[in-house]
């Protein structure tokens, strides 16, 4: 899909606040709201915008432990096996394959360091996991979302 700076701009102000209105956009990038409208329709029918949601700050409700979790396999673990085993748990908020030594590399939120432990005890329970380096976060320096 081909964008434009103006396209770019209205992108930029949703990800800012997904929920502005279409008017305030337009004040920033200098088009009225129906025209805005008509631009964020379009980006949504090409599938470049994919949804809206609304952002939750995880220390609110009590989760103020961040990790980041190398993952090493045994063989030739797939990505669809990986992903499989990751998935019902929710403090996993996301997994990547990565290059390097690692196979894999989770990022996972929890309330404390007890309830990691037990997190990282439920991933080393997948048959093919045969170690993880843990990586706790201090704090984040830039957070692009």
């Known amino acids: 899909m081909r964008t434009d700076e103006t396209d770019e701009r209205i992108i930029g102000c949703l990800l800012r606040d997904a929920r502005s209105a ?23 029918a090409g599938g470049l915008i994919t949804g809206f949601t609304a952002l939750v700050d995880p220390a609110a409700l009590g989760w103020t432990t961040e990790a980041f979790v190398e993952l090493y396999c045994t063989g030739r673990t797939s990505p669809d096996a990986i992903r499989s ?5 929710p403090e996993i908020i996301a997994a990547y394959t990565v290059t390097g030594e690692a196979d894999a590399l989770l990022h996972v939120r929890t309330r404390d360091t ?4 037990t997190v990282l005890e439920r991933v080393r329970m997948a048959p093919f ?15 692009r979302r």
């Not at 279409?22 to 949504?44: C, E, F, H, N, T």
């Not at 996991?129 to 957070?143: A, E, F, G, M, Y």
């Open 85 to 89: 085993a990751m998935a019902d748990q």
């Open 22 to 44: 279409y008017a305030d956009i337009g004040a920033q990038v200098g088009l009225s709201a129906p025209a805005v409208k008509r631009r964020v329709d379009r980006l949504r």
């Open 114 to 117: 007890a309830h990691l432990e």
């Open 129 to 143: 996991v045969q170690q993880t380096k843990s990586v706790l976060v201090l704090s984040r320096l830039i957070d």
